[in-house]
């Protein structure tokens, strides 16, 4: 394997620890890691986080391991994203994956081949090894292209990361110019996405994700899914940020193997009828509902 990981942690050793022992099957040359800090209201946090970190001291090959730790709580949104700014100023590329998803190792493979088939084509923003189709075969190619840009286990450029903005400067343009209909062509999804980004906006839900979907948006670009699901999240809890059900239909999807060679298709046209399928079924109004809790939670608790 020659493609950097950059790999995002917290407080769970155990998922971390699950997830590392991944990683250290396909043996990245550069690792990067990417740590928050305890909260100081929250019990035992420092300790988790200690303890989180520690793993990373167990790499036993050839690699060069990168650090970027903060040392006090900068939230989900701020420190996923000035990490990737980190990462994004050191390498042009990367296979980015979070302290709870595992992929199967066919992910690795299937990422690096496509980093350097769309290296240069900017329709392309990014690369996921996550599929929430639950099994219904979207092409007969070994992805398909989407307008959605999942992140349980993904790869980006530089080139495409330059364009994520925290601030949401365009934002109120968006509104203005009611671009959101132009890029969605759906009243439905139109009126969820507006709702969650200017929760966004306001600072209401705290989601990197989310401002990076927008920024890919921005640039009509499209993402790459893998047509099979190569990463299970097994993060679903009440240690999760956004992920806190349990009995979630999306948490701990089994993660299968990658054929090879790929099967490359010949035409680069989003897939509308996946993407139909992902807004009703992933992009819903109870994922709002549960988003707002874990503010109320995080206030309340504050």
């Not at 990067?32 to 929250?42: C, H, L, Q």
């Not at 890919?216 to 999760?240: A, K």
């Amino acid at each position: 394997m020659k493609s950097p990981i950059a790999f995002i942690i917290f407080k769970r050793p155990h998922t971390t620890e699950k997830v590392f022992e991944i990683i250290r099957q396909v043996k990245p040359p550069k690792l990067f890691v990417i740590a928050d800090g305890p909260r100081s209201d929250r019990p035992n946090e420092a300790e988790k986080c200690e303890a989180t970190r520690t793993i990373i001291e167990q790499v036993d090959w050839d690699c060069e391991v990168l650090k970027d730790y903060s040392n006090t709580n900068l939230g989900c949104a701020k420190r996923v994203s000035s990490g990737l700014d980190w990462v994004f100023s050191n390498v042009e590329e990367a296979i980015i994956l979070e302290d709870d998803c595992i992929p199967h190792p066919s992910f690795f493979p299937f990422c690096e081949e496509l980093l350097e088939k769309y290296r240069y084509d900017t329709r392309i923003g990014s690369i996921s090894g996550q599929n929430v189709q639950f099994g219904r075969r979207r092409t007969n190619y070994s992805y398909y292209f989407s307008r959605y840009n999942h992140c349980w286990g993904w790869a980006t450029w530089r080139r495409a990361w330059q364009y994520f903005d925290f601030q949401m400067k365009l934002w109120s343009e968006v509104k203005e110019k009611n671009l959101l209909e132009d890029i969605l062509q759906s009243t439905e999804a139109v009126n969820y996405w507006h709702n969650i980004l200017q929760s966004t906006h306001e600072g209401k839900i705290d989601s990197w994700a989310l401002r990076w979907t927008l920024a890919c948006w921005l640039q009509s670009s499209l993402c790459i899914i893998s047509n099979i699901n190569l990463v299970s999240n097994i993060g679903f809890g009440e240690e999760g940020t956004h992920t806190l059900s349990k009995k979630s239909k999306f948490a701990n999807i089994p993660a299968d193997e990658m054929s090879f060679p790929l099967q490359h298709p010949p035409f680069l046209v989003q897939n509308r009828q996946a993407d139909i399928f992902t807004q009703r079924t992933l992009y819903s109004k109870p994922l709002i509902v549960s988003l707002k809790k874990k503010v109320k939670q995080m206030i309340n608790v504050g």
